[in-house]
């Protein structure tokens, strides 16, 4: 994974990440709140967080799963700093570390990502996806809340159109726009259908996707 740029970007980005993060995500509630709901039938469940950032996702899990063992992985120092500092009073694990190489337990009833693994290539997503499974307990389930790129040059088209006029009508300062503009250049979204064929590949049952707007959606599937 060649993370140095990503890492960089996300460092830079970390003070005001959660400040603007509900404008730049459209239906961010909506969106977030579908990958919770996904884990309502696990009890007190041991959860693994992929690219967990400052933690937006982490506190929704926590508040349905009060109970829970939580780990929090991500490359950037900065964003894990913020999250320490949001949950200082919890017993939450944090791994500073590359989550398609690092060796994790290999018994997690949840593993989540939200809005990180498109910064990988095809080939590495395949990687991780694999990896992710061979972490799950029987019965667990991997919930991926992520971006897809368009099925064609012309249904990629519509995504980019909808991302910029959204960005656009955001009550967001202007140098906060460009630095999610530049950011965004460092994407590589794959294909929906892809994706789905990939996670069917390597075993997972009930593969569905539960949420879909323009580019983002969330998958999930079980071991």
Known sequence: MENKEVVDAFNKASTDYDKYRKQAIPNMDIYYNTVVNLTKNYSDPKILDLGAGTGILTELLY????????????????????????????????????YLTHDFDKDYDIIVSSLSIHHLTDEEKKVLYKRIYNFLRTGGVFINADQVCGATEYTEEIYKKEDASHLNRQNIPEKEKDILRQRRLLDKPAKLLDTIQWYEDIGYKNVDVYYKYYRYFVIAGEK
């Open 63 to 98: 508040k349905q799963h009060p109970n829970s063992d939580i780990t929090l992985v991500d490359l950037s120092t900065e964003m894990l700093n913020i999250a320490k500092d949001k949950f200082n009073d919890k017993n939450f694990k944090y791994i500073e570390a590359d």
